[in-house]
T-cell receptor
């Protein structure tokens, strides 16, 4: 079945450091890919998405590029802030739009 | 857009009792999903509705679990004869359309079984 793998956390960075959170997937067909963020005590919020190969999703300084050849969707940010501390989930939606699969999440802590 | 609303936010109950959660999706959204999330894990899919029709159910959804969306608007998730292992956060999400639209999540209902 479809699956999503993320780098294990926690990831701890200093403010203004560069962030990469790796995400790879296994799926048949052409899934859509998403990053969701969960701040402490809150629900999941969509961060960005990409619906086809080579698409780049971006939002709030975060970016991720849909790489079909490597089945990856790594999340990057050039300069993290303390307010970016949260759990980040990579997810895929199959090409039938029915099966939504999440990775286990990566906890990010940004220190001032 | 008032977002996806879930009630209650927290539920504490004794093992063996029945519990029911409610989800009110974003009003124009025709798809509604239920997930379970345990500590340190990503959400696990439980079931999904398109309008009032329940189109898919996970193997995680045992016979003790039932979900309804009678008028294609709000949905309820009931757990009968609760067990310790049912303790989790239960998340509801909704989306619009039939394609690759992202899901909008509620804040969840945290269930604790004593």
């Amino acid at each position: 079945g479809d699956s999503v793998t993320q780098m294990e956390g926690p990831v701890t960075l200093s403010e203004e450091a560069f962030l990469t959170i790796n995400c790879t997937y296994t799926a048949t067909g052409y899934p859509s890919l998403f990053w969701y963020v969960q701040y402490p005590g809150e629900g999941l919020q969509l961060l960005l998405k990409a619906t086809k190969a080579d698409d780049k999703g971006s939002n709030k300084g975060f970016e991720a590029t849909y790489r079909k050849e490597t089945t990856s969707f790594h999340l990057e940010k050039g300069s993290v802030q303390v307010s970016d501390s949260a759990v980040y989930f990579c997810a895929l939606l199959d090409n039938y739009g029915q099966n939504f699969v999440f990775g286990p999440g990566t906890r990010l802590s940004v220190l001032p | 857009d008032t977002g996806v609303s879930q009630n209650p936010r927290h539920k504490i109950t004794k093992r063996g009792q029945n519990v029911t959660f409610r989800c009110d999706p974003i009003s124009e959204h025709n798809r509604l999903y239920w997930y379970r999330q345990t500590l340190g894990q990503g959400p696990e899919f439980l079931t999904y509705f398109q309008n009032e029709a329940q189109l898919e159910k996970s193997r995680l959804l045992s016979d003790r679990f039932s979900a309804e969306r009678p008028k294609g608007s709000f949905s309820t998730l009931e757990i009968q004869r609760t067990e310790q292992g049912d303790s989790a956060m239960y998340l509801c999400a909704s989306s619009f359309g039939t394609g690759n639209q992202p899901q909008h999540f509620g804040d969840g209902t945290r269930l604790s079984i004593l």
